[in-house]
Nanobody, 124 residues
Framework: QVQLVESGGGLVQAGGSLRLSCTAS????????IGWFRQAQGTEREFVAA????????NYANSVKGRFTISRDNDKSTVYLQMNSLKPEDTAVYYC?????????????????WGQGTQVTVFS
């Protein structure tokens, strides 16, 4: 298994940007596909973005496409989520998740390892 820690969340004005980081330890990080998910208060957890083990393929929810960018640096065992043009509806706890053989799936149950989450709050 792999252990994940998210960082970079905070309070930001609408239209601004944040970059989230997900740093891993444990088994070889480059073997894992990584997904970002978020959960707003009173809602179910939803898919945001995913990236393959090589970084060669990525996938985005329609709600963030064109605004968010996922990337990874396997030498640093870190995945990033660059969030631009933030909207109040982006407010949520953001989680990173890892799984073997996940590809760039959007399905929550395909991911076995989850971080503790980091809060993102966007105000207008």
């Amino acid at each position: 298994q792999v252990q994940l820690v998210e960082s970079g969340g905070g309070l930001v004005q609408a239209g601004g940007s944040l970059r989230l980081s997900c740093t891993a330890s444990g088994r070889t990080f480059s073997y894992y596909g990584i997904g970002w998910f978020r959960q707003a208060q009173g809602t179910e957890r939803e898919f945001v973005a995913a990236i393959s083990w090589s970084g060669g393929s990525s996938n985005y929810a329609n709600s963030v496409k064109g605004r968010f960018t996922i990337s990874r640096d396997n030498d640093k065992s870190t995945v990033y989520l660059q969030m631009n043009s933030l909207k109040p509806e982006d407010t949520a706890v953001y989680y990173c998740a890892a799984g073997l053989g996940t590809g760039i799936t959007t399905t929550l149950r395909r991911y076995d390892n989850w971080g503790q989450g980091t809060q993102v709050t966007v105000f207008s």
